[in-house]
Each structure stands twice: as structure tokens, then as C-alpha cells.
């Protein structure tokens, strides 16, 4: 049947009705979100964006700093801007940064204080506060923008879920047939990395436990920073610099536990042996591990196994160990590094206990 052109002219006016009302909203959403100059502040610029949330490695409230972190992330590829993120540490006021504007964007804990205090401060949700330079009013705006765009999404939603919750192993695993889909925000990286040292990825997520709790911005008294409480000067050794970047700090803690596994591996000890000594050397240092092996070869021990090492460590507290010609480093008392093999290994177990697939 032929078309009249009154029809003809119908339908072509509806497909054009339906494809304004289909493109509008995504070229919307682009025109706020893009980064254009004529509505985004950030746009191409680089911006310097500070956490300053506490510790949360032992918080009830969750991972606060890694969820800022991602956030921030986001923030930056949605405006397209490039973001530096450092965290505070004790002693640190990033306020004071923000008047003066070598920071751009600020996050604290939530209270009416820091409302009141900072003009252009933004609730996120009921834990932080973001806040930018109170002269900076087209880059609130932008932030107002974004964060009413962004707390409307389901990804906002899942990140809340992925880092508002409790990760600790072992209180999961003392309730009978539980089990968790996650062990950590980070299994993703934890998993690819454990890739490349060849273990079940549950003894690296382990380690990342003991060290951090899963927190980027657990900082020990020696400086040791992020996830895998890698110093400074080990992370610029493997070509690392942020420490705070999840991937980068992984990056750098399992190229040391690489290097310090093939240490290991070499000698012929089984992988189980390779992996407890690579642990211990983690905490400890490879020296000092030489040296406990060299003292149990020295007692007619194979220095093959963990549990012999440990039954020797003891003699090595003792003045006399100054006197051992196959210890170099003097006294070691031990009890830290003992521990943390025993600890990570209890930690492996009840992951498997909670997340029994690899």
C-alpha cells in the first residue's frame, strides 16, 4: 500500500520526535560532564585534590579514604581534568592549602563545623565533606553538578557497598557457613598480581590484610605507606612514586615479594617453604633471614624449612650469637617476624574458609 505524503510527512515528524527525545539527555549529560569550557571549571586543567579522613585501617565506618580515592577518580575522567591525590598525615592542615589555593579540592570527615567553616562545602554522603577555594564559585557550581549526577547513578550506589562494609577475615569466618563474594575493594588488582608471583591469589590478599587492612592510606612510625606498607625509597626502586594509588602500591610491593621469592626458589626449598620465607623476608629483611638460615646450617640444621629457622631464633637473642661467624647482622630477637608468618598464613586460611574458590 502506497503512502499518502500527509502520512509520509507523520512518520518522518515521529522518528525525528523520537531521536531528539532519545540523543537530548545523552548530549545533556556530555555537555555537563564533558569538561566543556562554557560549563566545567576543571576542565583541562590539573588539579591537586587532598584526602584528610584519619586513619580508617582500624575505623568502623569503612574504607573512607579508598572510596574517596576512587571517587576522585571518577571525578577527574567525567571533567576531564588530571587529578593528584595525597592523603594527611599527622600534622598536616590541607585547609589552609585550600585558601591559598595550592589544593583545589578538599575532602574531611562530615560535621557542622567544617559546613559552617568552608563556603563552598559540599556533603557527599554522611561521612565527607568535599570542599574547593570559597572564592572558586564556577568550580563549586561544577561540583554541585556533578555530585547531584553522581549520587543518582548505580555505580555511586556500588561503590558505597564496596567500601562502607567490613572486610576482616577472621570475624567472618568465626560465623559458621559464611561465605563473602569479595575479600577485599581490591581483589581485581590483588588477583592480577598474584598472577605474576604464580600464588593462590587468598595468600596476597592475606598479606595486603596484615599489612593495611585494606586501607591506602595505612602509614607505619617508619613510613612504610598504602597497602602493602612499602617505603619510599623500595617503591622508587621499582620505578614507583605514589604509594597511594592502589595499583601502583601493589605494583611495588609484589615485585619485592618476586625478587625475594626468587631469592627462595633457587635453593630447592618446596613452594609452601619458598612462600614462608619470602614472608618472613618481606617483614624482616633478607639478611636477617640469611642469617637465621646460615646459624640453623651452622647447628647441622637444613635451613630448608620455616619451622626449623624458628626453633633457632631463640639462640639468636643470646650475646653468644655475637660471636657466630655465620651471623652478620648481630642479635635478632624474631618475635615480629614469627608472628607475622603465623599471622598471614591464619589470615589465608580463613579467607579460603569464606571465599573457598580461587
Wanted: glycine share 6%; aromatic share 8%.
Amino acid at each position: 500500500m502506497k503512502l499518502t505524503d500527509k502520512r509520509k510527512r507523520r512518520i518522518n515528524y515521529l522518528i525525528f520526535s523520537i531521536m531528539v527525545i532519545c540523543i537530548t539527555p545523552l548530549c545533556e549529560k556530555g555537555r555537563i560532564l564533558s569538561g566543556a569550557a562554557t560549563e566545567n571549571s576543571f576542565a583541562g586543567e590539573e588539579i591537586v585534590c587532598a584526602i584528610d579522613l584519619g586513619d580508617d585501617m582500624y575505623g568502623s565506618q569503612g574504607l573512607k579514604t579508598g572510596f574517596s580515592y576512587e571517587m576522585l577518580t571518577k571525578f577527574a575522567k567525567d571533567n576531564r581534568c588530571d587529578v593528584k591525590i595525597v592523603t594527611a598525615y599527622t600534622g598536616e592542615n590541607y585547609v589552609d592549602s585550600l585558601n591559598n589555593g595550592t589544593v583545589d579540592i578538599l575532602i574531611t570527615p562530615y560535621s557542622d563545623s567544617i559546613m559552617d567553616q568552608q563556603d563552598n562545602a559540599r556533603l557527599l554522603d554522611e561521612h565527607t565533606v568535599w570542599s574547593v577555594n570559597g572564592k572558586e564559585v564556577d568550580k563549586a557550581r561544577t561540583l554541585d553538578v556533578w555530585m547531584s549526577h553522581i549520587k543518582g547513578s548505580h555505580e555511586y550506589d556500588e561503590l558505597q557497598k564496596k567500601y562502607y562494609r567490613s572486610y576482616n577475615p577472621h570475624s567472618k569466618a568465626a560465623i559458621k557457613g559464611m561465605t563473602a563474594s569479595q575479600v577485599s575493594p581490591y581483589d581485581d588488582l590483588i588477583k592480577k598480581y598474584a598472577k605474576e608471583l604464580g600464588w593462590d591469589w587468598r595468600i596476597l590478599a592475606a598479606v595486603v590484610y596484615q599489612e593495611s587492612k585494606f586501607s591506602i592510606n595505612s602509614v607505619s612510625h617508619r613510613g612504610a605507606k598504602g597497602l602493602m606498607q612499602v617505603m619510599p625509597k623500595t617503591g622508587r626502586y621499582y620505578g614507583v612514586e605514589d604509594l597511594i594509588d592502589p595499583d601502583q602500591n601493589l605494583k611495588a610491593g609484589t615485585s619485592h615479594l618476586k625478587r625475594l621469592q626468587n631469592i627462595y626458589a633457587r635453593t630447592g626449598m618446596n613452594k609452601d617453604e619458598v612462600i614462608k620465607f619470602t614472608l618472613a623476608a618481606y617483614n624482616a629483611g633478607e639478611g636477617r633471614i640469611a642469617d637465621c638460615r646460615n646459624f640453623a646450617a651452622a647447628k647441622g640444621l637444613s635451613g630448608m624449612s620455616w619451622d626449623e629457622v624458628v626453633a633457632v631464633i631463640p639462640q639468636m637473642r643470646e650475646d653468644s650469637i655475637l660471636e657466630e661467624k655465620s651471623v652478620k647482622l648481630g642479635k635478632f630477637k624474631g618475635h615480629e617476624t614469627i608472628a607475622y608468618v603465623d599471622k598471614v598464613m591464619s589470615l589465608y586460611d580463613s579467607i579460603c574458609a569464606i571465599h573457598p574458590s580461587i
